[in-house]
Nanobody, 125 residues
Framework: QVQLVESGGGLVQPGGSLKLSCVAS????????MGWFRQTPGKEREFVVG????????GYADSVKGRFTISRDNAKNTVYLQMNSLKPEDTAVYLC??????????????????WGQGTQVTVSS
């Protein structure tokens, strides 16, 4: 019954920006930790960043620190990923995720039990 729907992906040149959105439904959004992952065919799913129900940001991947920013708007049941200074190696399907349990604070990449279908981000000139 939990549904996560991503949007905002597309084609962008290196150095450009995109903002992804993920709208959640099915449970009380405000008490669940949210996160973003990315996946390229043939590679393991990579944790990008998480945000606790309190708003605490957890676990930015080293590869995106200083370039990506996660935020959430509980009134809209939405989590965002602002991506700046994009690089070709950022190309992937970006997936949002929700913690299996409520009130998660600092569990980094572990404990996410619900997933969206993903949105494609392609960084190319």
């Amino acid at each position: 019954q939990v549904q996560l729907v991503e949007s905002g992906g597309g084609l962008v040149q290196p150095g450009g920006s995109l903002k992804l959105s993920c709208v959640a439904s099915g449970r009380t959004f405000s008490i669940y930790r949210m996160g973003w992952f990315r996946q390229t065919p043939g590679k393991e799913r990579e944790f990008v960043v998480g945000i606790a129900w309190t708003g605490r940001i957890t676990g930015y991947a080293d590869s995106v620190k200083g370039r990506f920013t996660i935020s959430r708007d509980n009134a809209k049941n939405t989590v965002y990923l602002q991506m700046n200074s994009l690089k070709p190696e950022d190309t992937a399907v970006y997936l949002c995720a929700q913690d299996y349990n409520p009130y998660g604070l600092d569990y980094r990449s572990q404990g996410f039990g619900f997933w969206g279908q993903g949105t494609q981000v392609t960084v190319s000139s």
